[in-house]
C-alpha cells in the first residue's frame, strides 16, 4: 500500500514526524487486513496461496478465484495477469474516511484509495466471500482494452486507461488519429498537437478521464472514450477532441514525434514509439470477470489466490 501525504511547513504543527506516524498507522491497518482476510480464509477449507503484488510475473492459472487485498491499484495490477476465465473479488483494505480527510486536511492530505472496483472492505468480506462460495453471488463482466503497436499485439490489455505522449511533459505531442470499422475505410483523420491522448474503458471513465473533462459511463458499457489533452487548436474542446468508439470501431493513432510512451493503467506498465508508428485501440479484448460493489451493479471456488 501505498500513501501520499503531502504536509505544509506553512504550518508548524504538521511536522515530518506526524506524517510518519500517519503512514505507519495506515500501514498497519492494510497488514491487519490482510490478515483478517487471510483468516476468514482459513475458516472456509479452500486452498489458498498469497502473493504479494510485485511478486507477480506469469499468469494466474488453476485458481477459481483472485481475491485482490489493497485497493484499485492492487486489482489494477492483478488484472494484467488474468484472462477471461477467472473472477477477481477486490477487498479496499483501508477506505478513505471522510471525517478524517476533513480533520487532517490543515496539515496533509489524507485521502487514500477510492476503491472503486473494490466490492469487499473488512466489514463484509466475510458475507461476500460466503456468497460467492454458495453460488449466490455471479461475477460481472467488464471490458478491457486491446492495444496494437505496429500490428503488433501487446500482452497487456488495460481495464482502466491508455495514455500516449511525448516522455517530456512540457514538449507538444504530435499525432493523428481515426476510427473505422472492421474492412471498411477509415473516418477523416484528425491532426492534434497537444499534451498527448488519453483513451479509457468504463471502468476507468470515473478516474482521470473524468478529471480531465471526460464522462463517466455506464460500468458494463464496451464503449471506449477518448480525450486529447490540452489541445492547440480553436474549440479544443470540442468534438472531435473528446469522444467514443464503439465496439464495432477500433482507433487508429498514427505517432509524429521522434519520441513517445502507451501508458498502461498507470505508471508501471510502458511501451516506447517513435516517429511513424502506428497504434491501434479497440474493446476487442478478453473482459474481465469481476464482483462489483452493489452501488454499480445488482447483479464455488475451491482455491484461491491472494494478492496483497
Known amino acids: 500500500m501505498v500513501v501520499q501525504a503531502t504536509y505544509s511547513t506553512d504550518h508548524p504543527s504538521a511536522t515530518l514526524s506526524q506524517v510518519i506516524k500517519y503512514l505507519d498507522s495506515r500501514s498497519l491497518v492494510h497488514m491487519e487486513a490482510i490478515n483478517f482476510c487471510q483468516n476468514i480464509l482459513r475458516k472456509k477449507h479452500v486452498d489458498w496461496e498469497a502473493v504479494y503484488r510485485f511478486n507477480l510475473c506469469r499468469p494466474i492459472r488453476d485458481v477459481d478465484l483472485v481475491v485482490t487485498i489493497g485497493g484499485d491499484g492492487t486489482l489494477?495490477?492483478?488484472?494484467?495477469?488474468?484472462?477471461?476465465?477467472?473472477?477477481v473479488l477486490g477487498v479496499n483494505s483501508d477506505p478513505t474516511q471522510a471525517e478524517e480527510v476533513e480533520d487532517c486536511n490543515k496539515e496533509f492530505d489524507a485521502t487514500r484509495s477510492t476503491g472503486y472496483l473494490c466490492a469487499a472492505t473488512v466489514k463484509n468480506f466475510e458475507q461476500i466471500i460466503d456468497d460467492i462460495l454458495e453460488n449466490h453471488a455471479r461475477p460481472s463482466e467488464v471490458s478491457r482494452m486491446s492495444i496494437t503497436h505496429n500490428s503488433k499485439q501487446l500482452p497487456t490489455y488495460a481495464l482502466n486507461d491508455v495514455?500516449?505522449?511525448?516522455?517530456?511533459?512540457?514538449?507538444?505531442?504530435?499525432?493523428?488519429?481515426?476510427?473505422?470499422?472492421?474492412?471498411q475505410s477509415s473516418s477523416s483523420m484528425?491532426?492534434?498537437?497537444?499534451?498527448?491522448?488519453?483513451?479509457?474503458?468504463?471502468?476507468?471513465?470515473?478516474?482521470?478521464?473524468?478529471?480531465?473533462?471526460?464522462?463517466?459511463?455506464p460500468i458494463l458499457s464496451r464503449d471506449l472514450q477518448y480525450i486529447v489533452r490540452e489541445p492547440i487548436s480553436p474549440g479544443a474542446y470540442n468534438s472531435p477532441m473528446h469522444g467514443t468508439v464503439k465496439p464495432e470501431e477500433l482507433m487508429e493513432i498514427a505517432w509524429y514525434c521522434n519520441e513517445g510512451l502507451i501508458y498502461i493503467d498507470g505508471s508501471h506498465i510502458i511501451h516506447s514509439v517513435q516517429h511513424g508508428d502506428i497504434i491501434e485501440l479497440s474493446c476487442k479484448?478478453?473482459?474481465?470477470?469481476?464482483?462489483?460493489?452493489?452501488?454499480?451493479i445488482s447483479s464455488k471456488p475451491a482455491g484461491m489466490t491472494v494478492v496483497a
Do not use: N, Y
Open 76 to 87: 489494477l495490477q492483478a488484472s494484467h495477469f488474468m484472462d477471461d476465465s477467472i473472477p
Open 190 to 217: 484528425v491532426h492534434c498537437r497537444s499534451s498527448g491522448l488519453r483513451v479509457s474503458t468504463a471502468a476507468g471513465s470515473t478516474a482521470a478521464m473524468l478529471s480531465s473533462g471526460g464522462f463517466a459511463m
Open 163 to 183: 495514455l500516449i505522449c511525448h516522455p517530456c511533459p512540457a514538449t507538444v505531442s504530435r499525432f493523428s488519429f481515426s476510427k473505422k470499422k472492421e474492412d
Open 285 to 296: 479484448a478478453p473482459k474481465l470477470k469481476i464482483f462489483l460493489p452493489s452501488h454499480l
